[in-house]
Each structure stands twice: as structure tokens, then as C-alpha cells.
């Protein structure tokens, strides 16, 4: 007999909150006005029918796993790391309905406003010029399906598409949890997120600028004098054969262990070195990743966590080249990279919370093999001076949660190379500060969809960064409609 | 380099701190805080219980079992008799060991205190807790030698207190009364399957089980048997109702087992 479709009252908190004329930001005119439009907006939502499938699963609303959505607080990262089962014994699909389909999307149209400080055009004397431009704009959508296959064995399958339409396999595995019925002994094949308690997956900003982690994904910017000034072999480039990302999902094996509670948290991947690339384009090396983390209770404050990361890659330098059949130029072939040299990524953290405030402090170390930096063959000589860069990242991110609807989020980040490509570039050359401010509402919440209106400021300011060698700054004015359903 | 350096060192002596500091409390040591139970009920609860926590919370309609009505301040897993308030620490364990057959997840993952709050601000939407005073928790003997003999003795007394009419024979909640069970709001309760889990509803141990034997289920139709066991009898009891579960491997099964299995009930009870 098919389901009849059923209607949802308006959620009752929000009610009573309408009853009582009491909304999370009532001060002044405009922000009181905008927010009863997009409250009656919310309510009027609430009305349309619905078969909420979390509810089906899991019967939880998506405040009880997120802080605010898409950040996991300790119960979802517990539930996550159980394989997306609350321990319980109604986890398996045998006792869901057949109805149920584990699908969600996420789309976020926006207004942005986007300014660079030094862009380089035709038109200008110095070769730079100020640009700045604004508008109405869509971001790529995400098709999440997730779920479990049989009592302890999850996946999850995230087709992504970018502003224009064209998909990837942002992220796909299996995972065999609790196995020998032990929370200890995961394993998970496919495409995924690297086990970070610091996910950019789920960050809070969506902006241009302020959409990534700099510390996760920043790369040696290579002085283009000092390159051009350098004695070079036939084959250098002087571009960084890696676009490596911490933040970015990676293809391989991942062994997870955790705690009943996931107090303790402790993995192992084994990585195929090609920045999860798909079709095996580089090389037939591994990389490794590491992580740990301990959270403990302090009574009066809650939850506090602290951990560690190392992530040690390879990246080949060389490859064999094939010359097109039409002529031109060589072009490498896809899996015959060789002359791998490593790169490696270490870090800190601690989320320290204090009631509403959250304070999270990252550090990371990096380094690369000047052979990657600069696209030098690993047969080649080196340029004289070059040396292996490395740098220091800091980030302190801030999260004050005012309620369940209302979040405010603040983060600094710098990155300060210790030590430049080429000794002659000056020490600060390529170093890095971004600062973002944002705040979400979400002015409802019940399991099956969510809404939130996502305003942000970004500001990054790089020295040397622009073609003239000039510093640059970046900034980003965004308003995100950000809804997951 | 020395700020970083700087910074890199505290964060290290925070992390020796925290773990120094932050050894996990006991629940017994914990003082409920109503204010910041108030303000997480709605995150991790109302969704189900509802926002007056009388258990209709929006996600109300798609559960079954439906959630538990917090006003009428009845209780199903305590650790006190049958009619009395549960302690908070029974509240706290619930909460901590969620329901192995309904919606409700196990909580071990918050952090002590804010279930020790939640527990606090959920007791207020009961007058009774107003009024009464939780129950003095029951006091559970030393568990008896887990014998052929022992659960002979509690294969009898399952019968003799006609178990399985609401659990089966074997087990498995399907008795000849299980269709016309309901709780004390009237809602269809089908009776525990012990063949399914690996848990029991209000916890895995063998003094869990005895507890609710002694104690029973307040709101639903298992009644408390303390005023016809003997502690002895409730052992056995216990021990019988473990060979039932068949998807753990516990002593109680090796016993019968090493006895000759199901076979060997049949033979006359000592």
C-alpha cells in the first residue's frame, strides 16, 4: 500500500518563538525586517509535505550531530565514526523502510562581491591593477548519498558538480566498521576526506577567499626574478608538480580506530600519490597519513580536543612523453611518472571549548623537495641557491554558538616560510595572512532539510604574490542562501 | 620562529594540562546545571520529546516506539521499586545507553556533565519530581553460580510466571498476548524479543536483567516481581532468560550447552 505523504506542523520552538516575539538578532530595523521576511518564509517552508528521511533513520534532528550544519559536534563525529549508526539495534537497512533513500543536496546561491588589489592586465602601465566585481552567482552542487549497506558496513557516494555543471566523484568508499564487533578495527576503501577533526569539508565559510583552509592548502610561491635570474635545464617550469591539499579528499585505505565514546581517536591511510585524481594520472607511489586525538571533560566547560596529523607524500618528477600523432609538443602519459621526490605536511591542534565559545588553534609544518616547487626533473641539476622550502602555518578559529539557530565565526590564519626556494628572496617573500569573519542563521531546523542565510568577509594579503612580484590582497564579500535537503 | 615556537609550546603544555585535568567524572559526583540543560534540551532532544518534553516532538509521528512522555514522570529503566521516582543517575544511564529497539541513541558521546544537566531540566516537566522524592534504589545480591541446575530452576519459573505469554517460548516477543500489549498511554508495545539483540532495553549485564526483573517497567504491562521472587529465584531466572539470547555468547549458553542444550530443561527441575 504506497506511503501517503505527510505533512509537518511548523516546528514548535520556532513557534512558541513567534508567540513570544523573540528572535536570536532583533536589533535594529533592518536586520528585524529581513529576518521576519525569512522567518515567515521558514514557517511557510514548514508547511510543504514531507517524507523526512533522517527522521526514518535515525529519528534525530540535525542539531543533535552539527553544531551548526555542516560542523559535527562530538555526537556526530561519533556517529561518523561509527559508520553513520547510532548504536542502536535498528542500524541496519532491513529494519528501514523500503521508501527510504539515503539522498541529500546541497546548493548554495549567493551574492559576492570580489576585489584583487593587483590583477594583472594589458591595460595597466605597471602590468596590475586594482579589479573588483559583484553579482548574483550560483556554487556546484553536491548529491550526497550516504548511509549503510548492512549493520556495520557504511558508504557513501558524493557526485559534485562546479558552477557549470560539470560533475566529479568528489568522494566515494565503503567502510567495514566495528569489526570483531570492536570500535577499534575500521577499514575504509574509495575515495575520502583525510580523517581531519578540522574538517574543511565542513567549514562554515563559503566565500572565494575564505571557502578554504590556507594552512591546509598553501603551496611555496616561487620568486619569479629570482627563477628567472637562475640557471635553467630544458623542462623546468618553475610550477609546483603537485597541487597537493590537505583538505583535499584522497583515494585509498584508511585503518580507523576509536573509542566506545570516540574519546580516543587514532588512524592510518595508505594513499595513492595523486591528490585524489582519479584514472591513476601520476605515478605508482604511495603516500602516508597519520592522526590522533584525545578529547576529555572539564565539568564546567565541555568537550575539549586535542590531536595530531602527517601526512608524508610523493610526487613524481618526471614521466615518459608521448609527441601527439597531429605533432607538437610532448606530453607526459598518465601513470609513468618516476623520479618521485616527498613533501610533507605536519600538525597541531586543539578545540578548546568554553561553553558558547569554541577556540580552535591549529599549527602545521610543511615541507617539499625543491625538485616538486619548481617542476625540476629529478635528473636535472639544481639551480645554485635553491634549497628545500618550507613554511609554518597558524590558524586560531573562533566559534561562538548564541544558540542553536545563530553561530558566529572568526579565523585567522598566517603562514611565514622559514625557509625561501632561493636564498636570495626575501625571508617574508610569499608569506601569508587571511582573515574571515561570517556568522550563519538558520532561522529553521528539523532533520530533513536545513537553511541557512551565510553572510562573510574575507581578506587575504600575500606578499609578492602578484606578476609584478607586488603584494597582493584578495578580498570577498559574500551572502550565501546555503540549503541542504 | 619564537612566536610560533612560542605558541607551539603552550599548545603542547595546554594539551599536558588537559590531560592531567580532565579525567572523566563520575556521575555520581555530578551536579546538574538546569540553565544550560534548558538550553541543549532543544539541540539534542526536542526533536522527539518535544519542547514541553511531553514526548511530541515533531519526529513524534515517525517513531515507534513513540517517545517517552516526560510530564507523567514514569520511568521504565531504575534502579527503584515499581511506583517510585527513578534517581537521576538512572535517568543519566538511559540517556547514556539509549534504547536498543526504539529511536533513542546512546549519548555516551556528550560529555557527563551536559547529560547530567539535560537530566536536571527534564525532570521539570514533571510535577511529580516537585513533590516526591526518588525511590531508595533496590539493593542486588551477589549473582549465583550460573549452573545447569540455576537455569533449570529459571526455565521452570518462566513458565510457572507465565513469561511467555507476552515473550514466547522462545524468546522471541511473540507470545499469544503480545498483539494486545499497549503501555500506560495506550500505544501498541509489542513485549522484548530476546533473540534479536545483543542487549537487553535497560542494560547488558546479568544484574541489569535482575534489576528489572525486581523493579519492572513502569508504563508498560512488565510488571515488577519483587513481591514473588526470592533473590535466588531471580538469579535463575536471569540465568534463563540469558540462554534465550541467542546472538551473544555468554556463560549461561556454555552451560547448556556443556549439559546437552534445550534437552536437558526437559528433564524434572531439581
Known sequence: MPRQAITISPDEELSARIKRGRFPLRRGRFCATAMAILLLLAAESQTASAIPAFAKKTGLRCSACHEAWPKLNAFGQNFRDNGYQIGNERDSPRYISPLYWPA????TPQWHRERNSAQATNQSASGVQPLSTQGFDLSGIDLWTAGILEKNISFLVLPSSDEYGNFHFESGWVRFDNLHQKPWLNVKAGKFELDEMISEKRMLTLSQVGGIYQIYHYLPLVDPQAFAASTQAAGETGVSTTGFGLGDNQLGLEFASHS?????????????SSDGNVNLPTSKAYDTFLAASRQININSLGPETFGAFSYIGQSPTRYLTQTPSGGGAPVNIAGSGYGN????????????????????????????????????????????????????????????????????????????????????????????????????????????????????????????ASAIGSNQTLTSAFIGLDFAF | MKVFRGMSVGVIALGAVLCVAGQQPQKAKLSGNFANGKE???????????????GKGTLAPYLDPKPRDYTMGIFKCRSTPTGALPTDEDIYDTMTRGFVTAAMPPWASLPPQLRMDIVVYLKGFSPRFAHEAPGIPITIPGETAITIDSIKRGSGLYKKLECAKCHGASGHGNGPDAPTLVNIKHEPLPPYDFTATERFKCGVTNRDLYRTFMTGMDGSPMVSYADKLTPDDAWDLVHYVRTLQTTRKSEENRVLETAGGEKSLNAAHP
Not at chain 1, 541529500?104 to 546548493?107: A, E, Q
Not at chain 1, 566506545?260 to 595513492?272: G, P, Q
Request: aromatic letters at 12%; glycine letters at 8%.
Open chain 1, 260 to 272: 566506545h565514546d570516540d574519546y580516543t581517536r587514532f588512524s592510518a591511510a595508505l594513499l595513492t
Open chain 2, 40 to 54: 541543549q534540551f532543544p539541540r539534542y532532544c526536542n526533536g522527539c520529546h518535544g519542547v514541553r518534553g511531553d
Open chain 1, 104 to 107: 541529500g543536496v546541497r546548493y
Open chain 1, 341 to 464: 621526490k616527498t613533501f610533507t605536511r605536519t600538525g597541531g591542534f586543539v578545540m578548546f571549548s568554553a561553553k558558547k565559545l569554541d577556540v580552535v588553534p591549529m599549527f602545521t609544518h610543511a615541507t617539499e623537495s625543491v625538485n616538486i616547487a619548481l617542476g625540476i626533473p629529478s635528473n636535472d641539476t639544481l639551480p645554485a641557491g635553491v634549497r628545500n622550502p618550507s613554511w609554518n602555518g597558524r590558524m586560531l578559529e573562533l566559534y561562538y554558538t548564541q544558540n542553536l539557530q545563530f553561530i558566529v565565526i572568526a579565523r585567522y590564519e598566517d603562514i611565514r616560510n622559514s625557509r625561501q626556494i632561493f636564498a636570495s628572496s626575501a625571508g617574508n617573500f610569499g608569506d601569508m595572512d587571511v582573515e574571515t569573519i561570517a556568522f550563519r542563521w538558520m532561522p529553521f531546523m528539523h532533520s530533513r532539510a536545513g537553511l541557512a542565510i551565510a553572510p562573510e568577509y574575507s581578506k587575504s594579503h600575500q606578499i609578492g
